[in-house]
């Protein structure tokens, strides 16, 4: 499968732990985007990579979030102090070139916080 | 601002019904257009897409085409079945924003048999 992978699937946490999310995309695909998806409700932008360069972060990446794509292969998102508003589908999704192509996603990471 | 506005569900259909899902977009340039879909206890997949005005995006038996004069995109099925049940999103791609999608809220469509 040469897909964009995520893990894990699911993680449930307390609340005040941190967690990790890890995203694998498709091989040679310099752009990697993340988004969250609350339930009943389209994925909204979180951040965005090129290559190695976090070029852009939204609003609702408060401090506690950090995102990393350490040499421009895997990304990591990571969730410091979890908080039950954090709750939701974590995506991954990856593409190439430099405009209007087509993003693939990930399987998504499920974010329980109790 | 850019932004997009989806017809909400839920909605129900019977088998070999017409299937029309309003989308709408309000933009300062010209985005590219998409619709994924996500299917029950699964990743979001691209549907069909276009890129420029009067495009015609098309993928198993959806269609949808660019209408720059009214800043739609409407997809549409002429005969939906069962295993047409999911989630689908209209997401827009405006230039100049890092080329991010902007998602729609969603509209559920449900066959029944």
């Known amino acids: 499968d040469t897909g964009v992978s995520q893990d894990p699937r699911h993680k449930i946490t307390k609340r005040g732990q941190n967690v990790t999310f890890r995203c694998d995309p498709i091989s040679e695909h310099n752009r990697l985007y993340w988004y969250r998806q609350t339930l009943g409700q389209g994925p909204e932008f979180l951040t965005y990579f090129q290559n190695e360069a976090q070029l852009e972060k939204s609003r609702l990446l408060s401090d506690r979030f950090s995102a990393e794509r350490p040499k421009g292969s895997f990304s990591t998102l990571e969730i410091q102090r979890t908080e039950q508003g954090d709750s939701a589908m974590y995506l991954c999704?990856?593409?190439?070139?430099?405009?209007?192509?087509?993003?693939?996603f990930g399987p998504g990471t499920r974010l329980l916080v109790l | 601002g850019d932004s997009v506005t989806q017809m909400e569900g839920p909605v129900t259909l019977s088998e070999e019904a017409f299937l029309t899902i309003n989308c709408t977009y309000t933009?300062?340039?010209?985005?590219?257009l998409f619709w994924y879909v996500q299917y029950p206890g699964e990743g979001l997949q691209l549907l069909l897409k276009a890129t420029k005005a009067d495009d015609k995006g098309s993928n198993k038996g959806f269609e949808a085409t660019y209408r720059k004069e009214t800043t739609s995109f409407h997809l549409e099925k002429g005969s939906v079945q069962v295993s047409d049940s999911a989630v689908y999103f209209c997401a827009p791609m405006f230039g100049g924003s890092n080329y991010k999608l902007t998602f729609g809220k969603g509209t559920l469509l449900t066959v029944n048999p």
């Open positions: 999704a990856s593409t190439h070139g430099s405009g209007w192509e087509t993003q693939y």
């Open positions: 933009a300062t340039g010209y985005p590219s």
